[in-house]
């Protein structure tokens, strides 16, 4: 195992988006030569009307908060690099000017790279306007997934964030080829942004960059992901997720088969929804979350932008957090402070969030909150968020993904949203976020000096 070096201050020098990649926060190296970064976005703002380093202002701080993360310049790095022939794209949303731009110029120098998005159902035609202007535009195609609106009957998002490089020029299982090439590399992220304007910069997000062999089991389970959303040009027939759904297990199952694939025990990849079935023998994401905060003997640690399930509150955190494991979270205050149940017009967010916060407020050891709104107003632009969501368990297991805690998101009881998780055992990676949460504490605010804290309980 190599070791890691770890950065926690981002010099200015090399921290440029049009020169150097700025350092990630960490980087290593794990079996079969899987290769790993990680970077978080900790925007460094200080700001009238809000706390230093928390709330953050668009005019102010958006470009040398670029330069800090290096997250638009290392995927910029990725769209670049000549051995790269297609990339494929899943989020929720797609705004960030930055990485846009860095899609249409390499369709345009590099006419053979083909760009394939996978986007929520409500940002399909401004996406589908941009890259209509870009030269070479042929060669990009963009699926709408998702239905909604999304407070309707068996509505659902597209809520995967994924991007995935491939050194062929098309969408190809290491199965569907007669003979492996020992020299290509797949290269995808796991993020808690979306390619929003403020996710790879003012959002407070975590991103790990991964570089693996052809032949490793996760980055093959990523090019399934992909398999499964398919080539249809609309996806609100109320089939699709069936069909998604036995895609995927089929590309799983024929990944299972193969002799081609390496197995990996330390990286656990969850997709939702799944098929429940004893044929393909899934684990949920919820019980994946379950079974590694069970198994804590000293410490658990969550970064959150929503808890709204009870049942990951009542059934999984307040047991732990009354036993004699050290048990810390932090929200982000938006969902409470300007929420409809607290006053407040920012974010109109369900009472779930606050009902949940309440349930566990005087249970846990340590509670924070990033004060990402404040309390500025005037002209202090558009709130940003803590828009993390990772669990540490001691030195042993790191759950992260593009879901919020909800029902919707873990798929709890029904399916619900397309979402992926993780389940990492790699000691490298699980230490470094769990060094990344105490950092994000330093920034943040205890319950007991936030004003919530002692708002009254409300019966609903």
């Given at each position: 195992?190599?070791?890691?070096?770890?950065?926690?201050?981002?010099?200015?020098?090399?921290?440029?988006?049009?020169?150097?990649?700025?350092?990630?926060?960490?980087?290593?190296?794990?079996?079969?030569?899987?290769?790993?970064?990680?970077?978080?976005?900790?925007?460094?703002?200080?700001?009238?009307?809000?706390?230093?380093?928390?709330?953050?202002?668009?005019?102010?701080?958006?470009?040398?908060?670029?330069?800090?993360?290096?997250?638009?310049?290392?995927?910029?790095?990725?769209?670049n690099d000549p051995k790269i022939k297609s990339l494929y794209l899943a989020y929720l949303s797609f705004s960030n000017a930055g990485v846009k731009k860095a899609l249409c110029e390499g369709a345009k120098s590099r006419p053979d790279l083909k760009?394939?998005?996978?986007?929520?159902?409500?940002?399909?035609?401004?996406?589908?306007?941009?890259?209509?202007?870009?030269?070479?535009?042929?060669?990009?195609?963009?699926?709408?997934?998702?239905?909604?609106?999304?407070?309707?009957?068996?509505?659902?998002?597209?809520?995967?964030?994924?991007?995935?490089?491939?050194?062929?020029?098309?969408?190809?299982?290491?199965?569907?080829?007669?003979?492996?090439?020992?020299?290509?590399?797949?290269?995808?992220?796991?993020?808690?942004?979306?390619?929003?304007?403020?996710?790879?910069?003012?959002?407070?997000?975590?991103?790990?960059?991964?570089?693996?062999?052809e032949n490793d089991y996760v980055a093959q389970q990523n090019i399934c992901v992909f398999k499964a959303y398919g080539n249809e040009e609309d996806s609100l027939a109320s089939k699709y997720k069936g069909v998604f759904k036995q895609r995927y297990?089929?590309?799983?199952?024929?990944?299972?088969?193969?002799?081609?694939?390496?197995?990996?025990?330390?990286?656990?990849?969850?997709?939702?929804?799944?098929?429940?079935?004893?044929?393909?023998?899934?684990?949920?994401?919820?019980?994946?979350?379950?079974?590694?905060?069970?198994?804590?003997?000293?410490?658990?640690?969550?970064?959150?932008?929503?808890?709204?399930?009870?049942?990951?509150?009542?059934?999984?955190?307040?047991?732990?957090?009354?036993?004699?494991?050290?048990?810390?979270?932090?929200?982000?205050?938006?969902?409470?402070?300007?929420?409809?149940?607290?006053?407040?017009?920012?974010?109109?967010?369900?009472?779930?969030?606050?009902?949940?916060?309440?349930?566990?407020?005087?249970?846990?050891?340590?509670?924070?909150?990033?004060?990402?709104?404040?309390?500025?107003?005037?002209?202090?632009?558009?709130?940003?968020?803590?828009?993390?969501?990772?669990?540490?368990?001691?030195?042993?297991?790191?759950?992260?993904?593009?879901?919020?805690?909800?029902?919707?998101?873990?798929?709890?009881?029904?399916?619900?949203?397309?979402?992926?998780?993780?389940?990492?055992?790699?000691?490298?990676?699980?230490?470094?976020?769990?060094?990344?949460?105490?950092?994000?504490?330093?920034?943040?605010?205890?319950?007991?000096?936030?004003?919530?804290?002692?708002?009254?309980?409300?019966?609903?």
């Amino acid at each position: 195992m190599k070791k890691i070096i770890l950065l926690l201050v981002c010099s200015i020098s090399i921290c440029s988006f049009s020169a150097e990649i700025s350092k990630p926060f960490a980087q290593g190296v794990a079996s079969n030569d899987l290769k790993w970064e990680a970077r978080f976005n900790m925007p460094d703002c200080d700001n009238q009307g809000g706390k230093k380093n928390a709330w953050c202002v668009q005019s102010n701080d958006m470009k040398k908060a670029i330069e800090k993360s290096g997250v638009e310049a290392k995927l910029n790095s990725w769209i670049n690099d000549p051995k790269i022939k297609s990339l494929y794209l899943a989020y929720l949303s797609f705004s960030n000017a930055g990485v846009k731009k860095a899609l249409c110029e390499g369709a345009k120098s590099r006419p053979d790279l083909k760009l394939n998005i996978y986007i929520n159902y409500d940002s399909y035609d401004s996406l589908v306007e941009y890259f209509s202007k870009c030269q070479n535009h042929k060669n990009i195609k963009i699926y709408s997934r998702g239905k909604g609106p999304f407070s309707s009957a068996g509505a659902y998002l597209q809520h995967t964030k994924i991007f995935l490089a491939l050194e062929t020029s098309d969408l190809k299982s290491i199965f569907d080829e007669q003979e492996q090439s020992g020299e290509r590399r797949i290269k995808f992220t796991s993020s808690s942004a979306n390619m929003s304007a403020y996710g790879t910069n003012l959002h407070f997000e975590n991103w790990l960059f991964f570089d693996a062999k052809e032949n490793d089991y996760v980055a093959q389970q990523n090019i399934c992901v992909f398999k499964a959303y398919g080539n249809e040009e609309d996806s609100l027939a109320s089939k699709y997720k069936g069909v998604f759904k036995q895609r995927y297990a089929d590309c799983v199952q024929a990944l299972n088969n193969s002799k081609k694939v390496i197995p990996r025990e330390d990286i656990k990849f969850y997709l939702v929804p799944l098929i429940k079935s004893a044929q393909y023998n899934f684990e949920r994401p919820y019980d994946a979350m379950k079974r590694a905060v069970f198994s804590a003997k000293e410490n658990v640690y969550v970064a959150i932008h929503r808890l709204m399930t009870g049942k990951i509150t009542k059934d999984i955190f307040i047991p732990v957090a009354q036993s004699s494991v050290n048990f810390e979270i932090i929200y982000d205050d938006d969902t409470l402070r300007f929420g409809k149940e607290d006053g407040g017009d920012y974010f109109d967010v369900d009472r779930n969030d606050v009902m949940n916060y309440r349930m566990l407020r005087r249970k846990a050891d340590q509670i924070y909150f990033m004060e990402t709104n404040a309390q500025a107003s005037g002209d202090s632009g558009k709130p940003h968020l803590f828009h993390n969501k990772f669990i540490v368990v001691d030195d042993k297991y790191l759950f992260q993904g593009a879901g919020n805690f909800t029902s919707s998101s873990l798929n709890i009881v029904d399916d619900g949203n397309i979402e992926n998780f993780y389940l990492i055992e790699i000691p490298e990676i699980v230490k470094v976020y769990s060094q990344a949460f105490q950092l994000l504490k330093q920034r943040a605010t205890r319950q007991e000096d936030h004003e919530v804290y002692n708002h009254e309980d409300k019966v609903y």
